[in-house]
């Protein structure tokens, strides 16, 4: 079966986890220290906090930024649950815009019609590597007063018009083991504000600076060294692997012709985290199970929109999203990770072809 993701370790992960285990000091140190200098240099911002997970950085993003019960997001609902799910955590509420067809992404267009009194910030997702359309989100923003919080999980090296992924307003990433950088499971939140980034750090501590003392509710939301160990070779072979992924998805987009391909936009730089095509007329499902009998792990991200979601039903959503909607029984992603041979990419091109 080739494999929907592959991660991709080797002696350079295996050598510094073995130096952090020999040197005793297994908490939060030295490596995550460094993580945090080069992830702000990906980011190109002056701070990034290295955390537990993805979701810890969207949940102490937002308490950073002082939001709260009786405050309202507007984001995606074609995302995964955690987008959303950062408001719902600090007792806010997350309102949902639809997505563009193209991109995946949330339309800019319809966002200041969902604005209220309440509304306190703006979390774009940049799905599957590609960004979301910035330049009129931040402006919406500033014109409201609204923090913009980036969902950066599966975006990282990802440009628009020349600016990195992360560092439009407080990016948030994630270094699941699937992701483009892995350190197994962690986050990541980049900032150029420094108050957002103590903020962060003391929110990751039990709210402390000082050992035993505890100024304001926090959490143990800390990255170890062991997976910060995993992390740093992962991030010195981003450019490399990024563009692995990139020739991938050239290779598909050239030869593609049974469904719809992804795009790129003129001044965007996708990072190919997922290769995710459209299979409209009601064949989705049966691709899958026609890719899969041919040995091809193909994945939905994802199902069911957020707003549709059980959890969010229970909670009175009722929202029509027609086009999220449509893209969640239409999307289909193929494995374009780097390590994938030239014969893998062949049998995925003959599979789809034949759909």
Known sequence: MIPISQPQFGEAELSLVREVLESGFVVQGPKVEQLEREFA????????????SGTAALHLAVLAHGIGPGDEIITSPFTFVASANSALSVGAKPSFVDVQAKTFNIDPDLIEAAITPRTRAIVPVHLFGLMADMDPIMAIAQRHDLAVIEDAAQAHGATY???RAGSFGTGCFSLYATKNVTSAEGGVVTTDDPEIADRVRLLRSHGSRQRYRHDILGYNFRMTDVHAAIALPQLG????????????????????RSVITPCEPPG????????TVR?????????IKTLR????DAGVYYPLPVHQQPLYRDLGY????????????????LPVHPGLSQSDLEAIVAAVGAL
């Open 293 to 296: 009998r041919k040995g091809i």
């Open 279 to 287: 299979v409209p007329d009601g064949k989705r499902d049966s691709a």
């Open 268 to 275: 965007y730089s996708h990072a190919w985290h997922q290769y």
């Open 161 to 163: 018009r020349g600016r």
């Open 318 to 333: 009722t929202d029509a999203l027609p086009v999220a909607e449509r893209a969640a029984a239409e999307v289909l992603s």
């Open 41 to 52: 240099q990906l980011a190109g911002t002056r701070f990034a906090v290295a955390v537990s």
């Open 237 to 256: 072979r981003l450019a490399e692997s990024n563009a692995r992924r990139r020739a991938n998805a050239e290779f598909f987009s050239q030869r593609l």
